[in-house]
């Protein structure tokens, strides 16, 4: 999975099937997290987001999960779908109103017929 | 719905020229980022508002200046552009720092 970083991994899953892809994040201070969908040649697209104080957040077909004690931050995309081939970032902001957010690399997701 | 919108949309400059970069936003956001995206490094920001008439510096600000001079605009220029300038910049706003909305990006090319 991705990490701030770390350079651009790929993930390749048969359309139908569940995604999972993963980040790690550094800062124990995070306590906000947000995940954004990137398709080629677009702008970032706002996906889901969590805040520290939960373990897990859903949305439509996807979840984010939020493991504090590794620093670990996961989103599930269930019944991938073509149109959901896309680089995604996960971003990770400390508390304070002053702190802005750090983006992850991206993980390249393909999703094959 | 414009949202975020972000003129030109690609762009090439020969080295030591000059340009600016316009976002301008429908959204009434209080906050609003310049982003730079190269390839294998995600998006690192370059300048940032948390309101009209204040600017701040992000992680990779050297060789950029940026304005706000009205609510809905935000100006990221260019005085003497170098290839390693090269790059994607997205433009963002938001409420507050946190959720951004993000425009579709220039894409620059220095020679």
């Known amino acids: 999975g991705e990490s701030v970083g770390l350079h651009l991994p790929t993930l390749s899953v048969q359309e139908g099937d569940n995604s999972i892809i993963n980040c790690a994040y550094s800062?124990?201070?995070?306590?906000?997290f947000i995940w954004y969908k990137q398709e080629s040649g677009k702008g970032p697209q706002f996906i889901i987001d969590i805040r520290s104080n939960m373990d897990k957040r859903q949305g439509q077909r996807v979840t984010v999960l939020l493991n504090k004690t590794v620093k670990h931050l996961s989103l599930q995309i269930a019944a991938t779908q073509p149109g959901d081939s896309a680089v995604y970032f996960c971003?990770?902001?400390?508390?304070?109103?002053?702190?802005?957010?750090?983006f992850g690399s991206g993980t390249q997701l393909t999703v094959l017929p | 719905n414009a949202g975020v919108t972000q003129t030109p949309k690609f762009r090439v400059l020969k080295t030591g020229q000059s340009m600016t970069l316009l976002c301008a936003q429908d959204m009434n956001h209080e906050y609003m980022y310049w982003y730079r995206q190269d390839p294998g490094m995600g998006l690192r920001l370059i300048h940032y508002?948390?309101?009209?008439?204040?600017?701040a510096k992000g992680e990779v600000p050297d060789g950029y200046n940026v304005s706000r001079l009205k609510k809905q605009n935000f100006l990221l220029g260019l005085e003497s552009a170098a290839p390693s300038q090269t790059s994607v910049y997205f433009c963002a706003s938001s409420t507050g720092n946190e959720k951004l909305f993000f425009g579709s990006g220039t894409q620059l090319s220095v020679l």
């Open positions: 971003a990770e902001k400390p508390g304070g109103s002053a702190r802005q957010l750090t």
């Open positions: 508002s948390v309101g009209e008439g204040t600017t």
């Open positions: 800062n124990s201070a995070s306590d906000y």
